[in-house]
């Protein structure tokens, strides 16, 4: 069974605090992704990686900073968290010649 | 700008009703098509994939219509678990391109 994992479900931090969220996949997938989805707004792309130590910006990426020094690793840094970071972050996998995204089940971040 | 446009309702029908979500996207480079359901606190699934000559899952049937930019999903005989958010996906770039997801359309499904 495939499978996305993240390293928090929930997680409240304080504003200008330094937040690392946590992805690993189990399925040797090339590309992984990071979201965030708000009410209203859907999904949108933060941060994207085709390969280790490959990064590359999506949508939003204001604020945020990446790390993959492993394939099966994803990191989604917040150099200084606020509060407007409040969220709900969603980390994704897949392999390039199939489009089936599979995704973590979530973290759920607030910012005070 | 690469868009993907759906209603966003909520759709509220009884069970066994039949219900169809419509999504447009901006980009005619597009080249992959989907359609996820996310469950209440919970993450995005893939539901199926959609074809240029439309596809059927058991009461799920899918469309696309490249010349209008516009694909819908139908779910026949609605039942209650059918109750989501559904999401429509574009892929643009080839293989190792982005998915670009819709900001959903909730369908609550009621006795």
């Known amino acids: 069974d495939v499978k996305v994992t993240q390293s928090s479900r929930y997680l409240v931090k304080r504003t200008g605090e330094k937040v690392f969220l946590e992805c690993v996949q189990d399925?040797?997938?090339?590309?992984m992704f990071w979201y965030r989805q708000d009410p209203g707004l859907g999904l949108r792309l933060i941060y994207f990686?085709?390969?280790?130590?490959?990064?590359e910006k999506g949508d939003i990426p204001e604020g945020y900073s990446v790390s993959r020094e492993k394939k099966e690793r994803f990191s989604l840094i917040l150099e200084s968290a606020s509060t407007n970071q409040t969220s709900m972050y969603l980390c994704?996998?897949?392999?390039?010649?199939?489009?089936?995204?599979?995704f973590g089940q979530g973290t759920r971040l607030t910012v005070v | 700008r690469k868009e993907v446009e759906q209603d966003p309702g909520p759709f509220n029908v009884p069970e066994g009703a039949t219900v169809a979500f419509n999504c447009t996207y901006s980009?005619?480079?597009?080249?992959?098509f989907f359609w996820y359901r996310q469950d209440c606190r919970k993450e995005p699934k893939l539901l199926m994939s959609v074809y240029s000559s439309g596809n059927e899952d058991g009461r799920f049937t899918a469309q696309l219509n490249r010349a209008s930019q516009y694909i819908s999903l139908l779910i026949r005989d609605s039942k209650l678990s059918d109750s989501a958010t559904y999401l429509c996906?574009?892929?643009?770039?080839?293989?190792?391109?982005?998915?670009?997801f819709g900001k959903g359309t909730k369908l609550s499904v009621k006795p």
């Open positions: 996906v574009v892929r643009y770039g080839g293989s190792q391109g982005n998915l670009i």
């Open positions: 399925m040797d997938h090339e590309n």
């Open positions: 994704a996998s897949r392999t390039g010649g199939k489009a089936e995204a599979f």
């Open positions: 980009n005619s480079a597009s080249q992959s």
């Open positions: 990686s085709y390969d280790v130590k490959m990064k």
